[in-house]
């Protein structure tokens, strides 16, 4: 074998003295190998350094065991935590997971797609994506595929989400429990999800009676969509007393701005975020927020692709409800 070169099948079969298709034979588990040369194949690769080449040996065995896994937005710390819950349930099962992202362009988002699909992954688990449905459609014709933090009702694919619309209601329920009445709301406009969250702020808000108070600032799902939100709501018009985020990410930036115009939080404003992510339960941040459990939702969707795969037929769309953790940004009203 010349040097600097990868070891080959052909290696492997000259080392053990067998012939090329009985290291193929051994490489896919058949049992029509004896037990000694399948030894002498095993000893010879582990010699060599030899490893089967994973998209060869799948076409052979017409599965990857590999899941992948489409993220809207590498940098919010809530997809790492569906990472987290989609590696722990595919390694159970015996897969891997592989990721990329597609930073919340729809096009970026479509390409991402179609690079795993061309890797050959078994099924396919998009976490918040913008993408349009049809896309969506198209790509589960190909492989099983659940939908993450975004919910759906559509027919071919699966979904596990989070409740938003109860989310958003019970971050105006509990600002108006502490006295709040101006609560204004920073959206992600198009984003997963978002449009949900807004609803659930507007609803909670008519049933309080206080549909005079509804105040809504476009934003997005980062921390300059939340900034620019809290900058604007703070420098004209009625201050508002209190202010439910789209998300985690976008209440930091929306209390980096209530810092940098000197209003105190809670004491001036109180704040309240969406997911629940470490960065919350951090001691200088201790946001309130919205619980939305991205591991327990990663897992899930592994779980339902797995169904897939083992020949479920029918879509699931399950809705997990949302629930409130109160910490130090929220208080009674000035």
């Known amino acids: 074998m010349p040097e600097g070169r990868p070891p080959t099948i052909k290696d492997v079969a000259d080392r053990a003295g067998v012939s090329k298709s009985l290291v193929s034979l051994v490489m896919r588990g058949s049992a029509k190998v004896s037990e000694e040369r399948r030894a002498a194949v095993v000893a010879a690769a582990a010699e060599l350094g030899y490893r089967p080449n994973a998209v060869a040996r799948s076409l052979v065995r017409q599965r990857s065991h590999v899941v992948g896994l489409m993220l809207s937005d590498i940098h919010n710390p809530y997809f790492a935590e569906v990472v987290d819950g989609v590696e722990s349930a595919a390694a159970l099962g015996g897969y891997r997971a592989l990721f990329n992202t597609g930073s919340r362009r729809p096009a970026a988002e479509r390409e991402a797609m179609e690079t795993l699909l061309e890797l050959r992954v078994d099924g396919l688990v998009l976490a918040g994506p913008v993408l349009a449905v049809r896309d ?21 694919f699966d979904s596990v989400t989070n409740d938003d619309r109860r989310g958003g209601a019970l971050a105006v329920e509990h600002l108006v429990a502490l006295g709040h009445e101006r609560i204004a709301h920073i959206s992600a406009g198009s984003g997963a999800g978002a449009r949900s969250r807004r609803t659930g702020y507007e609803r909670a808000m008519a049933r309080a009676g206080l549909s005079s108070h509804i105040r809504v600032v476009s934003g997005s799902f980062t921390e300059e969509g939340g900034y620019e939100g809290m900058r604007r709501l703070l420098a004209g018009g009625e201050r508002p007393t209190a202010v439910f985020v789209a998300n985690d990410l976008a209440a930091i930036g929306a209390l980096q701005a209530a810092d940098d115009a000197g209003v105190a939080v809670p004491g001036d404003v109180s704040v309240v975020g969406y997911d629940n992510t470490a960065l919350a339960a951090l001691g200088r941040i201790d946001l309130t927020t919205i619980d939305q459990p991205g591991a327990e939702l990663g897992a899930m969707a592994v779980e339902l692709l797995f169904e897939r795969i083992d020949g479920r037929v029918g879509d699931r769309h399950i809705v997990v409800t949302p629930s409130l953790v109160v910490r130090s940004t929220t208080g009674p009203p000035p």
């Open 136 to 156: 969506i459609a198209a790509a589960a014709r190909s492989v099983p595929l659940v939908l993450v933090a975004r919910a759906s009702r559509s027919v071919g």
